[in-house]
């Protein structure tokens, strides 16, 4: 069947430090993927997305590749603030259907 | 411009009673969702609806119940909760289909089911 797995957390990085997420997929056909994050004590919003194959997403600092060969569809940022503390979650769509198909999500910690 | 809204923001049940959690769009979406979010599970879809007067099943609809008799809103109950019940729950909303367009999210509704 479909699914999404995501590294599991919490994450815990110095501010400044590299990150990386790791969301790996199966699928059949040709999904769109997404990172969604959820900021404490907020709802979740779209942070990228990637519709084909070697398609790059970005947003605020944050890039994710589509790579069809290896099914997965990582998240890094150069740099992470104190800020971008927050549960990230990675996603597919099938065109087939109207649901969303999400990973249990990571929790990322930054300290100053 | 109020996005996704949502009634209310934390509730305690006793096993048995009901309620109805209600989400109100103000984008004109066709597309309305209900979610339960657990932890180290993600989100689970519970019901959703591609227009007024349409709902559907999603992956955990056992024991909710729904109705979109408004575009803008689309109501959630529990006619007899359960602990197990026990979540955060999270309306959402889209223009269109789940990947074509992005969805918009409520702040979420902490329900405690004792």
């Known amino acids: 069947g479909n699914s999404v797995t995501q590294m599991e957390g919490p994450v815990t990085l110095s501010e400044e430090a590299f990150l990386t997420i790791n969301c790996t997929y199966t699928?059949?056909?040709?999904?769109?993927l997404f990172w969604y994050v959820q900021y404490p004590g907020e709802g979740l919003q779209l942070l990228l997305k990637?519709?084909?194959a070697d398609d790059k997403g970005s947003n605020k600092g944050f890039e994710a590749t589509y790579r069809k060969e290896t099914t997965s569809f990582h998240l890094e940022k150069g740099s992470v603030q104190v800020s971008d503390s927050a549960v990230y979650f990675c996603a597919l769509d099938l065109d087939s259907n109207y649901q969303l198909i999400w990973g249990a999500g990571t929790k990322l910690i930054i300290k100053p | 411009n109020a996005g996704v809204t949502q009634t209310p923001k934390f509730r305690v049940l006793k096993t048995g009673q009901s309620m109805t959690l209600l989400c109100a769009q103000d984008m004109n979406h066709e597309y309305m969702y209900w979610y339960r979010q657990d932890p180290g599970m993600g989100l689970r879809l519970i019901h959703y609806s591609v227009g007024e007067g349409t709902t559907a099943k999603g992956e955990v609809p056992d024991g909710y119940n729904v109705s979109r008799l408004k575009k803008q809103n689309f109501l959630l109950g529990l006619e007899s909760a359960a602990p197990s019940q026990t979540s955060v729950y999270f309306c959402?909303?889209?223009?269109?289909?789940?990947?074509?367009?992005?969805?918009?999210f409520g702040p979420g509704t902490r329900l405690t089911v004792t």
């Open positions: 699928a059949t056909g040709y999904p769109s």
């Open positions: 959402a909303s889209s223009y269109s289909l789940a990947g074509a367009y992005e969805q918009y």
């Open positions: 990637a519709t084909k």
